[in-house]
């Protein structure tokens, strides 16, 4: 188990109440970015290594609550990088030294923060290392460089500092939130943090300085070994893969069942991203449910039932392959067949052609919870809760990474558009995985779990939900949540 | 590219015509069996580990074709096992010493046949190794063991040959093709085989003695590293996984357009183990395409050249992740989840449940060859032999890996009765893997390919299907073929 309790220096924390103990957290806001010059003592440069949603995104964010600071934030790129541009767009410019190249940035930064693609980072993170200056401390914002230097047998260069800031959402939730959060304090996502080498002290204040500018509205601790196993599982099922593989076995189930294409659309996939998203978001996961009327609570009980077994086992699955590291291989294998063309289209299914239709009912009704999918994508949800409770995860990862990265930063997405806006947002490793997870969801629950939806319900499984600890965990997290919904453009 | 030449000085031996150039086969037969002495000089104990299809298959066909040679064939079982009654009922007994604790029956056997589940021989094959006599030979039905030694760095004992006999087709089909072959001479599964050390120079002929006596109608060259990478992907993509995926999604495409259920069976999965199978089995490839008529044709290319693509990118994932090992290693974590309970259930979907009444409709009517489920088998059967030409694998091992074996061994399983008597009457490695990939090429299809058949169809793909030199290959392996089809009660 993690232990989540810290202290700091500079920021005034708090204590949430979860199952079977406390965790340390600390709720961000724009009142506290006076505190920033303190918690980043010592440092006068951040250089930002990549331009990807999550590049982008932070870059902006900490140039924006540094702003006055004095303390410089840069970009670097690669030689030749078509990202430049962008950056340039966005006001980093080679003319006022806040764009350059990742080596000289990387030589030039007290807090070097490397949100490179994971193959890229795989490939060039000795260069890196042996430009980094004495002290310098090297920022990430997931766990798989950990991974992969455990599976090559490297280790982070001795004499830094190396420390993680994970926001639970995609890079383009992060910045689209903290926008939104200039008028509602505390708007954003959250984000874990994680010290793994900490030489002269200051990696705590650092990387709570870090959550903080980055807008997070709370921020709890973890290791990166633990942060890197729930992200890289949890966007391979819940929050990514799991969903596609649920709203293409539904709509095919529902068409099947002779609804016509945009029916068959409002009921799965509309389904999720709308009234099941945004009750679980406001109200929690048995709210779902408790809004049935009994015969729809029968068929969310018999969906749910049928479908926690084959979800379970296959969370298991890719919870297995990732520790393992066969997953990150994979990744890597599959960066090196991409290198010459585009990664396989997602999205190009019957369903999503009718998704611009779909939407334009919204204004003519106001959906209902469909019992079937409800049961289903909460089983799931469930499953990968209950995986991660049993390996020791904290409750705020477990439900971050299990309940609000889902409907608050990522079914978003979803709802604005299609599987390929939310999917192909997020970093390659996430896109990759997706594509390799999806497909296993769809398929067992088509050919394992509808079938045995015939049958009763489990009783002992929905009173093992009604029950659930999540639901507390949940509740405490929800007094942490700003007022403010995504919105999506 | 793998030397496919060899001599025999006991057998005599043919040349077959192959694109590019030629190889050595040894063309089988019970007219044979005289020579077997000979090729087994030497050896008067044969040891067979393991009672699974393989093993219950090929300890059954040696001792019937060495009956009255005087050598001995033992059964060899780990303590416990449950398939001692088995063995027992089709007459291995403790008794007469032909049935025995597995480390016992290692330590008194001078060709020892490793015929126990992947997991086992990775958690057992030291100990085993440890209990031989000096001189005796290794034999293998793949490569799984030389990958799983790459692996985990070890390697095989010193001074031991070590040959490999692998046919190519399921344990069950290799014992009832054999049967058959009682009153037509040579039916049976060909077979390839590899020598991996051979410190006194008998491993060729003890080889293809070992694959005479198994029936095998002809034998051909390879290596342990190129039966490995072959088997382990056909067997996930053309062989199982992928022709699961295909039937699974043609089932549902051919539903949705508003067939019933039991002539979207007969358009889908009767299609290929009907028709499309019999057709390539006695006629070849191109025979498929030339019996359609004009308009069926033009539904055949756009089939054929929107599938290529996508089963060509996941033939090359299967490709690269079995030749790095994160495969191997996918399947060690599977047993070790499946310790305590049983494989998921493979073929529960709603079209298995009408097999039977589609089956009960044969006797009304021949059932003509589907255009569209025809193009995207041969598609995905193409798109193997692609990219195991590419690697550079021996016609022989191509043709059989990806055509002979799915039409003349495992696609008459399917058709006896659903796609679980197929795929899991194959190697718990072979089932695992069919979970594993079946679910991508089932979504690839109906996400990628499917969709692309609406456009008219790519000339250049159609040319090089026409003048593929598989068809030269297939048709020199078919002037092998004995004259009988498999029968699957």
Redo the contacts between chains.
Sequence with gaps: MTSTTYTSRVFPLETMEVPGGTETILRGGRHLFPLLPRAFAGVRRIGVIGWGPQGRAQALNLRDSLAGSGIRVTVGLRPGSASAADARAHGFTEEDGTLGDWLAVAADSDLLILLIADAALAAHHQEIFAALQPGAVIGLSHGFLLGHLRETGGEFPAGHGVIAVCPKGMGDSVRRLYQQGEEINGAGINSSYAVHADPDGRATDLALGWSVALGSPYTFRTTLDSEYLSDIVGERAILLGAVH?IV?SLH?RF??AGDDEITAYERSCENITGPIARTISHAGLRAVREGLDTAGRDVFDRAYTATYG?AR?LV??IY??VA???EL??VI??E??LGSRPM???????MWSVSDRAHARRAEQALPVEPFTAGVFLATMTAQIDEFAERGHPWSEIVNESVIEAVDSLLPYMHARNVAHMVDNCSRTARLGAR?W???F???Y???AY?AAERPADEALLAAFDGHPVHEALAAAAKLRPSVDISVA
């Design positions: 593989g293409e095919t068409r099947l084959p086992e298991a699955e297995d392959e393992d590291g066969t291989r994979s294998l599959a090196r067949r396989s289209e997602i999205g190009g299914s019957p390799r999806g497909p296993r769809q398929a067992a088509e050919q394992i079938p």
